[in-house]
Structure formats: structure tokens, C-alpha cells
């Protein structure tokens, strides 16, 4: 279990505290950079020409906005980094920048003032610039040999902070973009596919797919990783799913690094138990990817959908009546073959957006027509569109790509919501959600029907995210000055406000990729059934626990200590 944050001492790095680890050490935790057993100057550069000249040292984005060891104060490049904070691709061509400043420890900080100090705090100290396995194979091999924190990382979408860690060299796949469609053929599948390199984001295989005449299935956001966490963890959600199930559904053989360094391809007919464990059983923590092939299927027309009403100027009762009917209609959506995202906060409801592959836009009308009609009948003033389109991807941009997806501003936890609970006790849990934004919180949810791959045989889904209707996020925002609130936050969160989802479903599970990293009984509530079976299989090709990510299958072998800089120690 991951102990509940106890005070802003023991997440803020302060320049200077970190003590020095000893040889005698060494052992119980990961080396850290200024202990006698880092590398020297001279072997970080032997191992540098041993990749190419592929190791990148750490700055961060940042430092710009102090005076540091990285460089003076710069105000134009500040408030040009301050405007465009938020952006996801601020942060994409960063070698260590992520996308949930959380973990950061507010080492850092660009809102802080221009004399407040910049350390790396939570951020990585080196990173591999990889192009193949050989770059994977080094690396694993000289973290292996200087016991370093390693981390895997492609773009930085992560809410629970896997992929950064203090003192830690990161394998960077995000420049490995090689993808083909490929006239796949085995005893269990023959057709077409698609095989993505591990920096390979959604909207590439998306267009890649278009192009040829097909469509892959992927995540809403368009720069999330496809080949990572997304489909690793817990299944990957998204547009397509409904209609063809889970990203990790799709997946036919991965090409993998183990923590032994060794190069293997896994599908249903070789390293049968890595496949599964890859298929849905989390990233980071079996070995690193360096390619995914997965199915694709023939394009289709689709249609699309948004609708948003305001919370004023009617009561709230009739606010949550409104949210009652929506939730009452979820079932037939996805069993439809559609999939939904929407967000609730005091201020309104917006579904932003219905996806409907395969269907017309008549179809994904009569879809909403029971909430239309509620908003109808008390007068409640909506925004509405549903088109239609030839092809997938051009839906895709129109709806799910029409507003930018921010990054850096939220804290977030989440709990399954299972389709029983909304056919016998939807009241209570409009109750519960209603509960958490009045709190100050707000309801992101995304609705699929990941009922269509479940076979336990082939892929380590929870199966709770079979039995589920919607993933339900309660969301607080995070504050950019004040890191005690934070970490307030961060708690109200762990201790009450998924408590109020979690009686609702006894023994249920939370979605992975949007869980509380502070997710008490990780095990059962992420990976369930499956996790006894996952250890083994992690412990057979990681053998020296090369691999950690936090709620990461694993994971409870060790603990950042922030008393002495974040460093990893075995618990």
C-alpha cells in the first residue's frame, strides 16, 4: 500500500538535504546522483559513445523562469513558456518534462518567483534518445551495473508520475516512429495490421490508418503514446472501442526488452505469458517495448456528437435530474458501439464527444433523444451537434480533436462504474457524484463497451473493465503556487472522495491510466485476480526488479524516500 502523503516535508526536495548514500547502502537503495557509487564523468561518457552519443543530460523547461545553475533568469523565454504551459506539446519534445506537475516535488516550479530554487526534484537525470533494442539493451546493462533508477518514458502523459524518477536515466522511445501495415498471418488472426514503433502517438496511427484505407484503435487524446502505457495499462480506452474492443484487445505480438536484457517477441503462440502481461497487465514493469502489432480494421463512415447544457439559471435538483437521465442512457450507447466522454462541475454538463463508428448520424441522433427530450420538457437551453463522415479519422478531428487537451492542471482519481450499478442504483450514484462537486471537484467520465475481448486467456484486463459501463474521474484543479494545497488535495482525494464511488461498488476496481496514485490495495483494485499471476511473470523476466513504476505491478517492493531527495529504496 502506498502510504498517504503525511506533510509537505517529505515532497519538497530542498536543495543540499539530500544525504549521501555508502557503499554499505548501496544494496537497499537505487545509486543517486553525488553518492560514491554514481558514475564518474568518464564512465557516463564511455557509455555514451557505447549508444551513439544518444544520453541527454537533464534541463529543466523551467529554468528559464530562475536564476540557477542551468542558466540565468530569461524573461521573454519565461512568459513564453508560462503562455504556453498548458500545451501538450510544450512538453512532447522535452526529455523530462511531464505532464503532471505533481511529481515534480515543485523542484522547479516556473509560477514560483524568479529567485525561488530550481533543482531536478522529481525529474530524471539523464535520458537515452533510443532508436532500436540494442539502445534499450546498453541501458538496461549499465543500470544494471551502477544499480540506477530506471524509467521509460515517451511522451509524459502520465497522471501518476511513471514516467519521471529522481536520479534516474529514462529510456526516451518517443522519436521510434517506424509503422507499416503488414498482411499479418497466424493460427489465431489473418488479416491486416499495423506494427508501431514505441513513440508512435495516437493520432499517427490514426492517420497512418486513414491512409490505407483503415482504421486502428486508439486513445481520445491525440499525442498519448499508443504502444506504452495506453495499451498496457489496463486496456487503453478510447473512439473505437466499443465497437472493436480494447486497445490491448488488438494487440498481436510485442517486441520486448527484459530485465536480463533480452530481446524477445511475444504473441498467443511464443512467451505466451509475457503477451498477456503486456495485453492490460500495466507498463513499465515487465520490460521495455520497443514495438506493438496490433489488428486493423476497414475504415468506416462514423458519426460524432457533442452536447453541453449550464447549470444556471435552474435548480440544482433539476441539474442532477438532467445528469440522472444521461447516465440512464449509457448502456445503449455503448452497447451501440459507441463510446462517450463528458465532463459535470458546478458550472455545467458537456459531452465532448459521443464517437459512433459505423453509425449515421439519424442512428446517433435517436442515441440522445431521451436526455433531448428531458432538457425538452423543462425548458433547459442546450448546445447540440451530430454530424456524420465517410471515414473515421475525420470525425476523429472534428469532435474529438476540435479543443486542445491541456495538460498540468488536475489531480485525479477514479473508480469502474459497473453497468449493475446503473441499472439498479443510479440514483445513489448521482447522489455520490453530486456529492464531489459540490466539494469543488468536477466529473470527467468515459464511457465504453470493453465487453467484446473478454478472454482471460489472452490479455491480463481486469476483468471488472469488462463488467463496466463508464470509468467515473473525480478531478481537482491543481494549484500552481501553493504546493501544500496539493498535497491537501492529493489526500482529500485518497480519503474522501473515492470513498464515496468505492461503496458504491464493493470489490470493484479503478481504470489504471487515471487511478489515485495513492490508490490504497492497489493490487486488487487495479489489476484484481490477476496480480499474484503478473508478479510471477514479472519476477521471471525481471529478475533484479530493473523496472519500477509507481502502482506498477511490483511496485510495493520499494518506496521513494523524500527525506533523502526521492531516491528508490527497497521497502
Known amino acids: 500500500m502506498i502510504a498517504i502523503l503525511a506533510s509537505l516535508a517529505l515532497y519538497i526536495v530542498v536543495c543540499g538535504t539530500n544525504s549521501v548514500q555508502t557503499l554499505e547502502d548501496s544494496a537497499a537503495c537505487r545509486c543517486f546522483p553525488g553518492d560514491v557509487c554514481w558514475p564518474s564523468t568518464v564512465e557516463w561518457n564511455i557509455f555514451n559513445h557505447t549508444i551513439g552519443g544518444k544520453l541527454l543530460t537533464t534541463k529543466p523547461l523551467a529554468s528559464v523562469c530562475h536564476d540557477s545553475e542551468y542558466g540565468p533568469f530569461n524573461l521573454a523565454a519565461c512568459d513564453h513558456l508560462r503562455s504556453n504551459w498548458f500545451a501538450a506539446e510544450t512538453h512532447l519534445g522535452s526529455v523530462s518534462s511531464i505532464m503532471a506537475a505533481f511529481f515534480t516535488n515543485n523542484s522547479c516550479n516556473l509560477f514560483s518567483p524568479q529567485d525561488a530554487p530550481c533543482t531536478l526534484g522529481g525529474l530524471v537525470s539523464f535520458s537515452v534518445n533510443a532508436s532500436g533494442v540494442e539502445d534499450f539493451r546498453r541501458t538496461i546493462a549499465f543500470v544494471r551495473r551502477h544499480n540506477i533508477r530506471l524509467v521509460i518514458r515517451n511522451t509524459g502523459h502520465d497522471y501518476n508520475g511513471k514516467s519521471t524518477g529522481a536520479g534516474a536515466l529514462a529510456i526516451w522511445t518517443h522519436h521510434m516512429k517506424h509503422k507499416e501495415i503488414l498482411d499479418y498471418k497466424s493460427p489465431s488472426y489473418t488479416g491486416k495490421a499495423m506494427k508501431m514503433g514505441a513513440g508512435i502517438e495516437v493520432y499517427e496511427s490514426y492517420e497512418f490508418a486513414q491512409k490505407h484505407g483503415l482504421v486502428s484503435v486508439g486513445g481520445d487524446c491525440p499525442t498519448v503514446g499508443v504502444t506504452g502505457g495506453w495499451t498496457q495499462g489496463g486496456g487503453g480506452h478510447g473512439p473505437g472501442v466499443s465497437k472493436f474492443g480494447l486497445g490491448a484487445d488488438q494487440a498481436l505480438e510485442w517486441e520486448v526488452v527484459t530485465g536480463t536484457g533480452e530481446v524477445l517477441v511475444a504473441s498467443r503462440h511464443q512467451n505466451q505469458d509475457m503477451y498477456w502481461a503486456l495485453s492490460g497487465g500495466g507498463g513499465g514493469t515487465y520490460g521495455v517495448v520497443s514495438s506493438l502489432t496490433a489488428k486493423v480494421y476497414p475504415d468506416l463512415s462514423s458519426s460524432a456528437a457533442s452536447l453541453s ?93 476540435r479543443f486542445p487537451k491541456n495538460v498540468s492542471t488536475t489531480q485525479l482519481g477514479s473508480r469502474l462504474i459497473p453497468r449493475d450499478v446503473l441499472i439498479h442504483n443510479n440514483t445513489e450514484l448521482t447522489d455520490a457524484l453530486r456529492k464531489g462537486v459540490d466539494r469543488g471537484a468536477y466529473v470527467v467520465a468515459t464511457a465504453v463497451d470493453a465487453s467484446l475481448g473478454n478472454n482471460t486467456d489472452y490479455g491480463s484486463v481486469n476483468p471488472n473493465r469488462r463488467q463496466a459501463a463508464f470509468s467515473a474521474i473525480f478531478a481537482t484543479v491543481y494549484n500552481q503556487t501553493d504546493y501544500d494545497v496539493n498535497i491537501a488535495l492529493a489526500n482529500e482525494m485518497t480519503r474522501e472522495l473515492l470513498p464515496m464511488l468505492e461503496a458504491l461498488t464493493p470489490g470493484g476496481s479503478a481504470y489504471m491510466n487515471e487511478c489515485d496514485f495513492q490508490q490504497p490495495d492497489f493490487q486488487d483494485t487495479l489489476y484484481g485476480i490477476n496480480y499474484e499471476r503478473l508478479l510471477s511473470i514479472k519476477d521471471k523476466y525481471d529478475p533484479d526488479q530493473i523496472f519500477y513504476a509507481i502502482t506498477a505491478v511490483g511496485s510495493e517492493r520499494w518506496y521513494q524516500d523524500q527525506r533523502r531527495g526521492g531516491r528508490l529504496c527497497r521497502a
Open 309 to 401: 447544457f449550464s447549470s444556471t439559471g435552474i435548480s440544482k435538483d433539476l441539474f442532477w435530474n438532467a445528469i440522472h437521465t444521461w447516465q440512464a442512457t449509457l448502456i445503449s450507447i455503448i452497447q451501440s458501439g459507441c463510446f462517450a466522454i463528458w465532463e459535470i462541475s458546478q458550472d455545467g454538463f458537456s459531452l465532448v464527444p459521443m464517437n459512433c463508428p459505423g453509425l449515421n448520424r439519424n442512428d446517433t441522433m435517436k442515441l440522445l433523444h431521451p436526455i433531448r427530450t428531458m432538457l425538452d420538457k423543462n425548458m433547459i437551453e442546450y448546445d447540440y451537434s451530430v454530424s456524420e463522415f465517410s471515414n473515421f479519422y475525420d470525425s476523429y478531428k472534428a469532435y474529438n480533436m
